[in-house]
């Protein structure tokens, strides 16, 4: 039996409870919302009598409809198509044909955009572009996966580029001196920053930050995080994920399931976390269960030796932390690996294969982009990875993709966003410090 599966009633109260205490006081006008009650798309309903609606949402964004056509559209393809829509690359300099040629060549689902791969806006956009049109080349109809890390903060990719924001634990702040108002002001940033990104061609960011962190101990998460109290951040998380929502963009909760407590940085090394399973669900699940709640699209996996759950292996390879994610939190966007380039997992053989294995959708910025292509394909051809297994993760990738189009069709950016954006930093940092 798993270990963790008798948290299942707990966790589904826990959840319901973080979702009443993000909303609390909420009206009409108040952008914390209320967490759907919309039931996830359950292949049951296939044996009923009545066919389900196609535009029912799901529990984190597509419709049934758009994951029925992911999953139908990924039963068709090759295994060197399947594996490229598992793997969002990495790519060095400035340069956009290079990312385009990879995507177009290797049919990834995308790339990640780092501060060293930008100048200016003008060849942002241009490489935006260049790589959208590399994945139309190859022949989809949806967009691809174009992410950055956009923080706020010291974690900006595109500093100097888009309106800069105040570290993520500003939200915390806020929220701890007017709930009602620090949620208003985190929609707000996380609405204007998702606007003004997409503006420059991007469809994912890699926020918001849901570690609970341990303070001045913590030495990679810090003030990245929006809180020491886990009411206040699981607050801030689903405000943020509403914001991200309403722009049209994918929001990435991250790093599951905490790495707050973590007292080595993972870029460097696989820090090692002796929390208690009890320790975990009270300090560091709060703020992922509220995701969970509010309909996150994708979880970021973090690279962690959690003791209690899966020792001496790193949480982005561990099925025991999937389950925990998936069956116990009950998350079923998509899983995404943190960088498959950091210390905590570079001396592995082959850590994109055990994270598919384990249970990612999403394998970020592997060391070498096209012999990690090369190996996933190989695996599928063997066997050693079940092709189920890699179109459940490209469908729900292709899934999210449907519907971050769709959303961004119905939500243009609007001429002056980086006035928006400029006061809703202003507005935040107001909220959080005076």
């Known amino acids: 039996m798993h270990p963790i599966r008798p948290r299942l009633a707990v966790i ?24 759907s009650s919309t039931s996830s798309p359950s292949r049951s309903s296939e044996a009923s009598a009545e066919p389900e ?8 964004g597509p419709t049934v409809g758009e994951i ?26 400035t340069d956009p044909e290079v990312p385009a040629e990879m995507v177009r060549d290797l049919h990834l689902a995308g790339v990640s955009v780092t501060s060293d791969n930008v100048v200016d806006a003008e060849q942002v956009r241009a490489l935006t572009a260049a790589v959208a049109g590399a994945a139309a080349e190859d022949g989809r109809d949806f967009p691809p996966v174009i992410g950055v890390d956009q923080e706020g903060g010291y974690v900006s990719h595109l500093r100097g580029i888009a309106t800069e924001f105040p570290h993520f634990q500003s939200a915390g702040l806020a929220i701890a001196a007017d709930a ?10 996380a609405l204007t920053t998702g606007l003004e990104v997409r503006g ?14 341990i303070g001045a101990a913590d030495p990679t998460i810090g003030a990245r995080s929006p809180s020491e109290d886990p009411k206040i951040a699981s607050q801030a998380i689903g405000a943020a994920i509403k914001g991200f929502d309403d722009a049209g963009i994918v929001s990435t909760v991250k790093h599951f399931p905490g790495h707050g407590t973590a007292l080595t940085d993972s870029h460097d090394t696989l820090p090692v976390v002796d929390s208690s399973l009890a320790e975990i669900e009270q300090h560091d699940l709060p703020p992922f269960e509220s995701a969970v709640a509010h ?26 932390v999937y389950d925990l994610l998936r069956d116990d939190l009950g998350f079923e966007g ?36 096209a012999t990690t292509h090369q190996i996933v394909v190989d695996a599928i051809n063997s066997g050693e990875v079940s092709r189920e297994r890699v179109e459940e993760a490209a469908a729900r990738v292709v899934a999210v993709q449907l519907w971050q189009a769709r959303v ?27």
């Open 12 to 35: 589904a109260a826990t959840t319901l409870l973080v979702g009443a205490c993000a909303t609390s006081g909420a009206g009409p006008g108040d952008p914390a919302g209320t967490p």
């Open 53 to 60: 609606d196609p535009d029912t949402p799901s529990s984190w």
């Open 68 to 93: 029925d056509e992911a999953r139908a559209l990924v039963s068709t393809w090759t295994p060197e198509q399947l594996a490229g829509q598992v793997i969002v690359g990495r790519f060095h300099g």
């Open 180 to 189: 009602r108002l620090g949620r208003r002001v985190t929609r707000a940033a």
């Open 200 to 213: 420059l061609g991007f469809t994912w960011v890699f926020a918001p930050v849901a570690d609970v962190t």
């Open 295 to 320: 309909r996150a699209p994708a979880v970021m996996m973090s690279h962690l030796d959690l003791t209690s759950i899966a020792p001496d292996v790193p949480a982005s390879m561990a099925p025991e």
């Open 334 to 369: 998509v899983a995404i690996t943190d960088s498959l380039g950091m210390g905590a997992v570079g001396g592995r053989p082959t850590p994109a294969l055990q994270a598919l294995q384990a249970g990612a959708d999403l394998l970020l910025m592997p060391v070498d982009t």
């Open 408 to 434: 961004a069709a119905q939500r243009p950016v609007p001429v002056d966003v980086v006035e928006r954006a400029q006061a809703a930093s202003a507005n935040l940092l107001s909220a959080a410090y005076e």
